[in-house]
C-alpha cells in the first residue's frame, strides 16, 4: 500500500484560503467515504481536524474544511491564521481494515 | 479526560526487539481499537497496525512479519513488538485511540516516544 500523495508545500497570507490536496487510489482515498485530517505542530502530537471526508470533530474552527472528488480528497483553510503553521497529514483507510497516510503537507502562513 | 502514554527503551541495538507499552488513563480500554503509528525523523507517519480490546489485531502488510501488538485489560495497556530493528525503524512511535463516533479516525493520541536504533 503506497502512501497518499500531498504537495510538499503550501502558503498563504494571513486572512487568505490555502488548499490542500490528496491523491490516492480506487482502493483507498476513491473507495471509501473515511479520510481524516491531522494538523501537527513541531514537536507535538498529530490533532484530528476533519473525518469522514468532512467532519469536523467538536472544537476545530469551521475555518477548515473538507472535500473529496473521486481519488482526490481535499482540505481547505480559509481565513488563515499564524497558529495555521503546520504539517497536515490525510489519512484513508484501505479496506481489510488498513490505514494508510499521505506524504504530508508543510503549510506556512507568510 | 482520556490520555495516552508511551513507555520504553529509547535506544534498541539493530537486529534486537523494540518494545514499548501504551497506557491508558482517564478511561477503559475496552470497547474500542487502538493503534500504533512512527514518524522517522523529519519524515511522515506511517500506521504499523491496531488491536481491538478483544486481542483482534490488524497489520501493515509492509511491516506484518516483524509486528506484534497485545493488549492487557486488566492494565489498560497495550504494548508494541517490533523484530530484527534496523536504522529505518528508528522514529516517534505513537500510540491512538480510534474514535467510535468518527469512523476511521484516530481522536486522541500519546505525547509519542523517540526510540532510536544504534548501536
Known amino acids: 500500500q503506497s502512501a497518499l500523495t500531498q504537495p510538499p508545500s503550501a502558503s498563504g497570507s494571513p486572512g487568505q484560503s490555502v488548499t490542500i490536496s490528496c491523491t490516492g487510489t480506487?482502493?483507498?482515498?476513491?473507495?471509501?467515504?473515511?479520510v481524516s485530517w491531522y494538523q501537527q505542530h513541531p514537536g507535538k502530537a498529530p490533532k484530528l481536524m476533519i473525518y469522514?471526508?468532512?467532519k469536523r470533530p467538536s472544537g476545530v474552527p469551521d475555518r477548515f474544511s473538507g472535500s473529496k472528488s473521486g481519488i482526490t480528497a481535499s482540505l481547505t483553510v480559509s481565513e488563515l491564521q499564524a497558529e495555521d503553521e503546520a504539517d497536515y497529514y490525510c489519512?484513508?483507510?484501505?479496506?481489510?481494515?488498513?490505514?494508510?497516510f499521505g506524504t504530508g503537507t508543510k503549510v506556512t502562513v507568510l | 479526560q482520556v490520555q495516552l502514554q508511551e513507555s520504553g527503551p529509547g535506544l534498541v541495538k539493530p537486529s534486537e526487539t523494540l518494545s514499548l507499552i501504551c497506557t491508558v488513563s482517564?478511561?477503559?480500554?475496552?470497547?474500542?481499537?487502538w493503534s500504533w503509528i512512527r514518524q522517522p525523523p523529519g519524515k511522515g507517519l506511517e500506521w504499523i497496525g491496531q488491536?481491538?480490546?478483544?486481542?483482534?489485531?490488524d497489520y501493515n502488510p509492509s511491516l506484518k512479519s516483524r509486528v506484534t501488538i497485545s493488549v492487557d485489560t486488566s492494565k489498560d495497556q497495550f504494548s508494541l513488538k517490533v523484530t530484527s530493528v534496523t536504522a529505518a525503524d528508528t522514529a516517534v512511535y505513537y500510540c491512538?485511540?480510534?474514535?467510535?463516533?468518527?469512523?476511521?479516525?484516530?481522536?486522541?493520541w500519546g505525547l509519542g516516544a523517540m526510540v532510536t536504533v544504534s548501536s
Open positions: 491512538a485511540r480510534h474514535s467510535k463516533t468518527a469512523w476511521y479516525a484516530f481522536d486522541i
Open positions: 482517564g478511561g477503559s480500554i475496552s470497547g474500542y481499537y
Open positions: 488491536i481491538y480490546y478483544s486481542g483482534k489485531t
Open positions: 480506487s482502493s483507498d482515498v476513491g473507495g471509501y467515504n473515511y
Open positions: 469522514e471526508v468532512s
Open positions: 489519512t484513508s483507510h484501505a479496506g481489510s481494515y488498513i490505514y494508510v
